[in-house]
Each structure stands twice: as structure tokens, then as C-alpha cells.
């Protein structure tokens, strides 16, 4: 089955350093997302990127956070200045194109991030 | 008001028991409706889509009533394998955004 990786799986980082989380999409899929999920409390929407822009955003993912497809299959996200709150598991996820919107999106394992 | 909302749990239950959470959420115009499960420190994986004629898979049940935003999610005949997080997740009507409920969560025990 298809899956969509994501590296590192764990980072720590000191307060204020430059984050970059990667995630491999499932190939055919075009629409992606980067969740975050603080210890404890529930998913949260960050971004979502279609056709190599920005398509939605939430009030989380500002000034400090951007993404990029930067060589058509790895999506990044990067944090610029890493805050002691950044600490969480973020979740790349994919969409499959041509099914409507079903809702089943594939999420990657995570990559948890630590700010010291 | 949360936009989605469930009670956390935790639900303990014996095995083969049956189980039934519920879920809330205050935007009117959010047209789809889906169960997540989310095993601890993992992603979440879809369980399954909620519709309005109300759907069943297997063990798992799931109803939507849209004039009173309510979802739930039964379990029948439980296993310990159903121990988990299971998250109510509602979709405003883009492709760009699901909003997660903050999960209940579920302990099987023998």
C-alpha cells in the first residue's frame, strides 16, 4: 500500500533554530497537509497546498512557518525561528485526486519536534 | 462553541461490551462527516465516512443527524484491539480543511 514517509521522526532543536520537517507525498496525489497535534490535545489544521501554492492556512501558521515543494515530490514545512510552544507531532497528509473530497486522507507517521 | 466536540473519555469497557460516543459541531454549512482512529503517538487513519442515511461497517456504526450537528459512532461485540483515540472530524466544504474533535478515548479491557 502507498504511504506517504516523513522525516526526521524526532528532532530536538533549541529555542530560536531553523526546522525543516520533509514529507514524500503518495505519487499520484495532489492536495497536501501539514496537521500538528500538541501533546495531549487534538489535531490542528496548519496548511494545505495545491498546485504548488498555498490554498488554505490557519491563524497557527504564520510569518514563521512556510512550505514548499521545492523538487516536485518532497513538501516541506519550515519553522524559522523555533518557539518553545512549535513543540508538537506534525502530521504531513495527502489527498487523493478524482474521488471527490472523501475525507480519507493519508497521514504519515509524523515527525516530533522538540524545542529545548 | 467548540466547533467539534466530544467527550474525552476515557471509556472503559469489558471486551464484547458495546459502546457509543457522540459528537457535536457548530458550523451548519460542514457537509462531510468522518470517523479517525488514532492509536497512541500515531497518525490518525480514517475508521469511516458518516452519512446522513446513517452507514454501517462490520462491528461499527455511524449516524449523522444534521438538524441537531450531532454524530455518533456505536461499537458492537468491542475487542481489545478497538483500544484507541477515536476522533470526530467534520469538513466545512473545501478540500483544504478538516476540523478535528478532540478525540474520545476508548479502553478495552478483558
Known amino acids: 500500500e502507498p504511504e506517504v514517509t516523513q522525516t526526521p521522526s524526532h528532532q530536538v532543536t533549541q529555542m530560536g533554530q531553523e526546522v525543516i520537517l520533509r514529507c514524500v507525498p503518495i505519487?499520484?496525489?495532489?492536495?497536501f497537509y501539514w496537521y500538528r497535534q500538541i501533546l495531549g490535545q487534538k489535531v490542528e489544521f496548519l496548511v494545505s497546498f495545491y498546485n504548488n501554492e498555498i490554498s488554505e492556512k490557519s491563524e497557527i501558521f504564520d510569518d514563521q512557518f512556510s512550505v514548499e515543494r521545492p523538487d516536485g515530490s518532497n513538501f516541506t514545512l519550515k519553522i524559522r525561528s523555533t518557539k518553545l510552544e512549535d513543540s508538537a507531532m506534525y502530521f504531513c497528509?495527502?489527498?487523493?485526486?478524482?474521488?471527490?473530497?472523501?475525507?480519507?486522507?493519508?497521514f504519515g507517521e509524523g515527525s516530533r519536534l522538540t524545542v529545548l | 462553541r467548540k466547533e467539534v466536540e466530544q467527550d474525552p473519555g476515557p471509556f472503559n469497557v469489558p471486551e464484547g461490551a458495546t459502546v457509543a460516543f457522540n459528537c457535536t459541531y457548530s458550523n451548519s454549512a460542514s457537509q462531510s462527516f468522518f470517523w479517525y482512529r488514532q492509536d497512541c503517538r500515531k497518525e490518525p487513519k480514517l475508521l469511516m465516512s458518516v452519512y446522513s442515511s446513517g452507514n454501517e461497517d462490520g462491528r461499527f456504526t455511524a449516524q449523522l443527524n444534521r438538524a441537531s450537528q450531532y454524530i455518533s459512532l456505536l461499537i458492537r461485540d468491542s475487542k481489545l484491539s478497538d483500544s484507541a483515540t477515536y476522533l470526530c472530524?467534520?469538513?466545512?466544504?473545501?478540500?483544504?480543511?478538516?476540523?478535528f474533535g478532540t478525540g474520545t478515548r476508548l479502553q478495552v479491557t478483558l
Open positions: 497528509a495527502t489527498l487523493s485526486p478524482g474521488q471527490g473530497y472523501t475525507g480519507e486522507l493519508f
Open positions: 505519487s499520484n496525489h495532489l492536495y
Open positions: 472530524v467534520v469538513n466545512t466544504g473545501t478540500a483544504s480543511k478538516l476540523t
